[in-house]
């Protein structure tokens, strides 16, 4: 085994090390390129002909799995993190007298908000969510036409 062949090795093996320190892919691509220079340092010892196909192949599996990411990345939309966009239309009960202009509270799936709405609404009065602004839930009052929603 050559010296540069065992140079491969270890950039082989720093490059796997790295990205398995990594949450994202960043030298996957390096690694696959030194291990087809570890090959190639099997049949020649030329060094620039080992870094050119390093560089060659490092840029193939670049070029073919960054698109392919990026597309898969594109249908999985991304999850829902703070959940005010779960309680959407769904209905709960103003804890704290909601004034318009002014924050209230309201209680919706067990989990207390700070909520907003255009009417006036006294505590326990039952609302349902109409939309979202950030972590405060806009409300209005549960009516024979609302309640079916």
Request: net charge neutral.
């Amino acid at each position: 085994m050559g010296m540069d062949t065992l140079v491969w090795l270890v950039a082989v093996i720093a490059f796997i090390v790295l990205e398995a320190a990594t949450t994202a892919l960043v030298s996957v691509w390096f690694a696959v390129g030194a291990g087809a220079a570890l090959v190639v340092s099997f049949f020649t010892t030329s060094l620039p002909m080992q870094a050119i196909v390093f560089a060659v192949v490092s840029a193939i599996s670049l070029g073919v799995m960054v698109p392919t990411l990026a597309k898969r990345r594109k249908e999985t939309p991304p999850p829902v993190t703070n959940g005010t966009r779960l309680v959407l239309h769904k209905q709960g009960v103003v804890l704290a007298d909601i004034q318009p202009g002014y924050l209230g509270r309201v209680r919706v799936d067990g989990l207390d908000w700070q909520a907003r709405a255009d009417t006036p609404m006294p505590k326990g009065t039952p609302c349902r969510v109409a939309d979202v602004d950030g972590a405060v839930l806009i409300v209005c009052p549960v009516t024979a036409d609302t309640a079916a929603v």
